[in-house]
């Protein structure tokens, strides 16, 4: 779900769950496997990642990047209609969700692992213990980061904006600082957790225009958010991660920068080269074989992209307040009503009619 993101407002649904099954065995699978399995190459350097900062983010924010590249930009992206979010009372309604559920991304992990671990190193008595102290301060650093993420974004637009911020900024920098300490949860104490969230969240707002640098319409941010803010969330594991924090299950020895190992940011720069490498390249070449397979049209229609993949790919389906616009519309002038109307068979476009 997070890669699909960069076929935003162009991208044709069913090529995408192709795309979406291939990506999950191709790319998604051998990294947690390089991640995660005791014969894996990065668990075997080590690098750290608690909760999924390589496979899950820094993989989809790549991905997303070569999925917007092969699709091209929107074709009426500079239209005002395309600058701003499309409803903010939903965009903070998302990420409140989004936020609740990262505890399970989070903290779930770590009960399951710490299980195992005492399980596999025939640990008795106080095992229940060491997992709930890992899992609870897990969950303090996954909220603490999420905190300190939005000051980070809300600090880098009062700055920019002269004193204003907005809802949306505050959102995304929740999302940052979420994103940022999902590699570390588990190993930093929430002081640093707490760091990680604000300067992950900087370093994804001061490159807001990311996107225009690199000639890229990528309107989802998942590059922005997920891939950069996963990238620096790893270099940070690797500089900030404790080995009395990861001892806490009883069984698991990391150390970083902190605690005078090194050479574990390097480790970590190693895994975010090999990551971000593979699952560009990769993602690249399953879309240019979907690309050239009948059938499989990557990209909507141009007509289909004007009046929104609401109207074109569902039936009399629209979202929040795109249908007070339309009432609008009908209601002003007859002439407009043709372009927000519904007609059998399809769905008319000035004096075009698109077909279903």
Known sequence: M?????????????????????????????????????????YNLPSLDFAGGGPVHIASGWSALAYALVLGKRKHLDEPSHAKPHNTTLVFLGTTLIWFGWF??????????????????????????????????????TNTAACTGILGWVLVDAIRYRGKFSVVGACEGAIAGLVGITPAAGFVSVWLAACIGFLTSIVCALLQDVNNWMHIDEGMDVFKLHGIGGMVGAFLTGIFASQSIAALDGA?????????????????????????????????????????????????????????????????????????????????????????????????????????
């Open 252 to 356: 698991t020895e990391a150390t970083g920068g902190i605690d005078g190992n090194g050479m574990q940011v390097g480790k970590q720069l190693a895994e975010v080269c090999a990551i971000s490498a593979y699952s560009f390249t990769v993602s690249c070449i399953l879309l240019y074989i979907l690309k050239w397979i009948p059938g499989m049209h990557l990209r909507v229609h141009e007509e289909a992209e004007i009046i929104g993949l609401d109207r074109a790919q569902f039936v009399d389906e629209q979202i929040g307040d795109r249908i007070i616009l339309d009432d609008l519309l009908m209601s002003s002038s007859p002439a407009n009503a043709s372009v927000v109307n519904g007609t059998p068979g399809g769905v008319s476009v000035g004096s075009k009619e698109l077909k279903m």
């Open 2 to 42: 997070i890669v699909v993101g960069g076929a935003f407002e162009r991208g044709n649904m069913l090529p995408s769950l192709v795309f979406s099954f291939c990506w999950a065995t191709v790319v998604y699978c051998p990294i947690a496997c390089w991640t995660w399995n005791s014969n894996g190459w990065l």
């Open 104 to 141: 399970g991304f989070n903290v779930c992990l770590v009960l399951h692992y710490s299980r195992h671990m005492d399980m596999s190193n025939h640990l008795q008595g106080g095992s229940a213990l060491n997992a709930s102290v890992r899992a609870m301060l897990a969950a303090f650093n």
